[in-house]
């Protein structure tokens, strides 16, 4: 990669476009971050170098001997739209500290909405972290909620109800100076928030939580803390839950302020979103244009998005 590397630092969307000035460019861009050179027959998985097509390789093996271009088996397959335009979409999706609309980007970009609102779906899917996430040292973990309000809602879409049950509930667990990791919950309660803190925290690590009784019984495998938010108490010698509370507040800036509104079936994707761009703080642009290229490899096709 490190031919890349050396030609490849942009520090703004007219850089980006500056470099990915066609098709042809991004292609061989593309191909080089995915298969670093060594094209892979997505079909058979054969590594054997295949024969060059004009729009791009046929499989060398006998008994394979199909056609495949760098985008088959990833988020950009069966797209018409331009790579050029979904590296532009992934840059500004991932730059943007609370994400972009779909309406801004369709402007952005000279799209629809429509297309717009896919892409950045389907970058989402791309966001998600494949492999399983697992916490340690002083992890904090909070449970929040977004949605709801029963009053701030149009008269015919008001349900009658209103508190915790109107809203949607997500558990969130962050490292300290590290990863975070956050879902959607049922509820916050202690059988639906256990499982989810020893899979992703490991045992003995000093947990920090608020005084919500949920936390107590699994909290007993942890070196477990918390903070008396009822007494107005935040931080206690080292600990606090503010880390996964300012998480909680740009994702909520976000949700209310750039994208107005969550349904219950897109939320785990936007926590995608948030938890992607967070656990790449530490990069530069560029660098996290590129790792999230490389985890491109995956499909989301409208029929499982709407259906
Ligand atoms: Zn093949």
């Known amino acids: 990669m490190t031919n890349i590397k050396n030609i490849f630092n942009f520090k703004s969307v007219i850089e980006l476009l500056d470099y990915f000035k066609d098709e042809k460019t991004c292609i061989s861009f593309y191909e080089q971050v995915r298969w670093n050179g060594q094209p892979v027959c997505p079909h058979c998985g054969s590594f054997k170098t295949p024969y060059r097509t004009a729009k791009g390789f046929k499989c060398s093996e006998k008994l394979c001997h199909k056609k495949f271009t760098v985008k088959v088996g990833t988020i950009f397959e069966q797209s018409h739209i331009p790579l050029r335009t979904w590296f532009a979409a992934i840059y500004l999706q991932t730059a943007h500290k609370k994400g972009i609309s779909s309406l801004q ?67 969130g667990l962050v490292e300290r100076g590290g990863r975070v990791y956050a879902q959607r919950i049922k509820a916050p309660t202690r059988e639906v928030i256990s499982p989810v803190i ?110």
């Open 105 to 171: 980007l369709s402007r952005d970009l000279n799209i629809t909405q429509k297309t717009a609102w896919y892409l950045l779906h389907r970058i989402r899917e791309m966001l998600r972290a494949k492999e399983p996430v697992m916490l340690k040292g002083t992890v904090e973990a909070d449970e929040t909620y977004v949605g709801g309000r029963d009053k701030n809602r149009h008269k015919h879409k008001r349900k009658g109800v209103t508190g915790v049950g109107d809203k949607i509930a997500m558990l």
């Open 198 to 307: 020893t899979e992703h925290i490991e045992l003995g690590s000093n947990l920090h939580t608020d005084e919500h009784g949920a936390y107590i019984e699994v909290g007993k495998k942890y070196n477990h803390k918390s903070v008396r938010h009822i007494l107005q108490i935040y931080v206690d010698g080292d600990v606090t839950t503010n880390t996964i509370e300012g998480f909680w507040a740009n994702l909520k800036r976000g949700i209310y302020g750039i994208y107005h509104y969550t349904s219950e079936k897109h939320i785990n994707r936007y926590l995608d979103e948030f938890c992607a761009r967070y656990n790449t703080r530490h990069l530069g642009e560029d660098e996290r244009f590129e790792n999230f290229l490389r985890q491109s490899e995956s499909r989301l096709t409208w029929k499982r998005l709407v259906g």
